[in-house]
């Protein structure tokens, strides 16, 4: 019942830049968190950062100073700009959102994922 749809990924230069967007449709009421996590080959899923309704965030350490999660709450989309890449920030970056549907009723749903790799 909630699609969330994710763009931005490809190929960037080790100390470059790439921004990450994902947009939810659907019959939601209400997002709550949106959420960016991220799994590398041979490597458990982490969460990168995450994002309240009233916009307060959290970052996984490695990312500190370096990734920026925002959102749109009009469009029901929610970014990652990430900056200064390294070759670790190689993965498969899934959104996350949480919220109610139309009917109150909760949901949780993942995007599909977007591959991020960073190399020379």
């Known amino acids: 019942q909630v699609q969330l749809v994710e763009s931005g990924g490809g190929l960037v230069q080790p100390g470059g830049s790439l921004r990450l967007s994902c947009a939810a449709s659907?019959?939601?009421?209400?997002?709550?968190?949106m959420n960016w996590y991220r799994q590398a080959p041979g490597k458990e899923r982490e969460l990168v950062a995450t994002?309240?309704?009233?916009?307060?965030?959290n970052y996984a350490d490695s990312v500190k100073g370096r990734f920026i999660i925002s959102r749109d709450n009009a469009k029901n989309t929610v970014y990652l700009q990430m900056n200064s890449l390294k070759p670790e920030d190689t993965a498969v970056y899934y959104c996350?959102?949480?919220?109610?549907?139309?009917?109150?009723?909760?949901?949780?749903?993942w995007g599909q994922g977007t591959q991020v790799t960073v190399s020379s």
């Open positions: 994002i309240t309704s009233t916009c307060s965030t």
């Open positions: 659907g019959s939601i009421f209400r997002i709550n968190a």
């Open positions: 996350n959102a949480d919220g109610l549907l139309d009917t109150l009723e909760y949901y949780n749903y």
